[in-house]
């Protein structure tokens, strides 16, 4: 099948997605992370017009938006973000989804401040108990908001979560649920969650972002 087609199908469930929850069509944007792909698998995606686009890794994202220069995308930073490489990811990223700590919040202000910009961001909360997520604890997250209100060069847009993996989409439901409770808690819009196989369940539970990458360039070549 042909990256078009598969874009038209992911877009095609999506809406039905958001219909059958009752909301808006388009209710939920498309995330194409681009993670292991080169830059002509991006550019064949932009193309077909997809124009928003996510790295899990800096030095990756910084080859492609080289690469990429000129053309209209937003990059988003995806993966888990290292203190160190606050900077880097200030410098390439229009909305970093993993920010995961009150200390990564602060680095990036500072960041933001000296190259004059108003970083957006997702707090990343941790809402499974497995080791191997990333993520703040939903009771960190109200002192989080409330500094973030004093900064002046960030803007918290709302949450993001990983949740586990399960072969049945249904049972990663109740996470994704918990992070819209949340989110309608806080009085933040944006919901970041779902992956490719379990997207739709996201959007019927209220994601305005889906991140979805082998549906669209196929399985990773890790090696």
């Known amino acids: 099948m042909e990256m078009i087609q598969r874009i038209s199908d992911i877009y095609r469930r999506m809406t039905h997605a958001s219909m059958r929850a009752g909301r808006e069509p388009d209710a939920a944007r498309l995330i ?10 991006v550019y064949e995606a932009y193309d077909d017009g997809l124009r928003e686009f996510g790295e899990n890794r800096l030095q990756e994202a910084q080859k492609k938006t080289v690469e990429l220069r000129g053309l209209d995308i937003t990059w988003h930073m995806v993966g888990h973000l290292q203190s160190n490489k606050a900077k880097q990811a200030v410098d390439l990223f229009d909305l970093i989804h993993s920010v995961d700590s009150l200390k990564l919040l602060r680095l990036i202000d500072r960041h933001a401040a000296d190259m004059g910009k108003v970083q957006r961001v997702l707090l990343q909360v941790k809402l499974s108990q497995e080791d191997s997520k990333a993520g703040a604890h939903e009771k960190e997250l109200e002192e989080i908001l409330n500094e973030a209100g004093s900064m002046g060069h960030v803007r918290v847009e709302g949450l993001m979560t990983v949740p586990p993996f399960f072969d049945e989409p249904e049972r990663v439901r109740p996470y994704f649920r918990r992070l819209r409770e949340l989110a309608g808690s806080l009085g933040l819009r944006e919901l970041s969650m779902g992956m ?14 889906v991140r979805i990458g082998t549906a669209i360039f196929g399985e990773r070549d890790y090696a």
């Open 32 to 41: 194409a992370v681009s993670k292991t792909v080169g830059a002509k698998a």
């Open 196 to 209: 490719t196989g379990d997207f739709e369940v996201a959007i019927e539970e209220g994601a305005t972002m």
